[in-house]
T-cell receptor, first 112, second 112 residues
Framework: DMKVTQMPRYLIKRMGENVLLECGQD?????MYWYRQDPGLGLQLIYI???????SEGDIPKGYRVSRKKREHFSLILDSAKTNQTSVYFC???????????FGPGTRLTVL | GQGVEQPAKLMSVEGTFARVNCTYS??????LSWYQQREGQAPVFLSY????GLKDSGHFSTFLSRSNGYSYLLLTELQIKDSASYLC?????????????FGLGTRVSVFP
């Protein structure tokens, strides 16, 4: 069953707290992504990972870091969350051709 | 620079068709993808085009003109459930590391 999962689905944090968003995929895809989606700004790439421990900044990496220690797992970490990081975060994966990406259901993060 | 532009909204009638336009500018073009995103859900891959012309996939067809930096997604025999946002995304061959750049999406509303 081809699937991308995200945990948690909803999260409320206070400003300054640390946040860990987890993503998993069962397709053995090499490439994984973290995006955030905001009204009026669309989907913006935060980080891309080409494989284990091979990560690259996307368009808006500031305030975020990532970890990929296994091919099937990709984590997004916010150290000291800020209110402007309130957003919906999507994880995605793809094999080879980046055109076809499989998205997880999203995590709605609210930072108060 | 690189940009992807789409109209914000489009309304149509059940049983007819809708054409979602997308214009883009890239320093090097390496394919264009279309995704469907229903309210509160994740984007779902629909189509990928890299050569000029019309690609017929039944309910969804896609057209590409590389010289004009233009694509459209044609939805035929519209159903109410086709109401969703449709995202256009391009890949820049001169910026391979960054994956896809998404437009803001066109919200298609299908009325009875």
């Amino acid at each position: 069953d081809m699937k991308v999962t995200q945990m948690p689905r909803y999260l409320i944090k206070r400003m300054g707290e640390n946040v860990l968003l987890e993503c998993g995929q069962d397709m053995s895809h090499e490439t994984m992504y973290w995006y955030r989606q905001d009204p009026g700004l669309g989907l913006q790439l935060i980080y891309i990972s080409y494989d284990v421990d091979s990560n690259s900044e996307g368009d808006i990496p500031k305030g975020y870091r990532v970890s990929r220690k296994k091919r099937e797992h990709f984590s997004l970490i916010l150290d000291s969350a800020k209110t402007n990081q309130t957003s919906v975060y999507f994880c995605a994966s793809s094999q080879g051709n980046y055109a076809e990406q499989f998205f997880g259901p999203g995590t709605r993060l609210t930072v108060l | 620079g690189q940009g992807v532009e789409q109209p914000a909204k489009l309304m149509s009638v059940e049983g007819t068709f809708a054409r979602v336009n997308c214009t883009y500018s890239t320093s090097g073009f390496n394919g264009l993808s279309w995704y469907q995103q229903r309210e509160g859900q994740a984007p779902v891959f629909l189509s990928y085009v890299v050569l000029d012309g019309l690609k017929d996939s039944g309910h969804f067809s896609t057209f590409l003109s590389r010289s004009n930096g233009y694509s459209y997604l044609l939805l035929t025999e519209l159903q109410i459930k086709d109401s969703a946002s449709y995202l256009c995304a391009v890949r820049d061959s001169n910026n391979y590391a960054q994956g896809l750049t998404f437009g803001l999406g066109t919200r298609v509303s299908v009325f009875p």
